[in-house]
């Protein structure tokens, strides 16, 4: 199952986090960003598919418990740069902004303006998949299926974070 099918199967499962709102809180801050950086939704789905595959290294080291106490921590739709501190210590933040800015032409510096905001997204749509407050006050222990299958993945570098951003919006725009 893909990432975004994770991810629409957490929506529609009222015992998970995952809401509509939450994807579209996700895609507006994204095009926010986008719009202030002068940059079109594709360079940043880009930049978010690029990103995902440097927060799956970092959260796949942490090990599972840590991984979801870091999303559960930074999950959100403002700027965070703790978030970025948590998952990128020291020199490797500059180092994934020119890792991504080689891939993508945009500028490193650019991009590492825009990491405060992406991570915590990243993370906020990690987040989805984690039992909602109801099913916990009810005692079920389930894990987080959206970090899980986002962290068992086949490793090949092809983190769709992007990819989901895109689906979401269409997903969002058939739902109006």
């Known amino acids: ?6 991810i629409m199967s957490a929506v529609a499962n009222p015992q998970q986090q995952g809401s509509t709102n939450q994807l579209g809180g996700i895609l507006s801050v994204a095009q926010q960003l986008a719009g202030n950086q002068g940059i079109d939704s594709g360079a940043t789905q880009a930049v978010m598919s690029l990103l ?3 927060v ?4 796949q080291s942490q090990g599972n418990d840590q991984a979801q106490s870091l999303v559960n921590q930074f999950a959100g739709l403002g700027s965070n740069p703790n978030a970025v501190n948590a998952l990128f ?3 490797m933040q500059q180092q994934i902004a020119e890792s991504i800015s080689q891939r993508t032409g945009l500028n ?3 991009i590492m ?3 405060p905001v992406l991570v915590p997204l990243v993370l906020n749509m990690l987040k989805s ?3 909602a407050q109801q099913a ?17 993945a086949d490793r090949d570098g092809d983190v769709d974070v992007g990819d989901v951003m895109g689906m979401a919006g269409q997903f969002l725009s058939q739902q109006r």
């Open 108 to 110: 490193s510096g650019m």
């Open 89 to 91: 210590p020291g020199s």
């Open 113 to 115: 303006s825009m990491l």
């Open 1 to 6: 199952m893909s990432l975004f099918d994770q």
């Open 129 to 131: 998949g984690a039992p």
């Open 56 to 59: 799956r290294s970092s959260l």
């Open 136 to 152: 916990q006050q009810q005692g079920v222990q389930s894990g987080n299926s959206v970090l899980n299958a986002f962290l068992d």
């Open 52 to 54: 995902g595959g440097h």
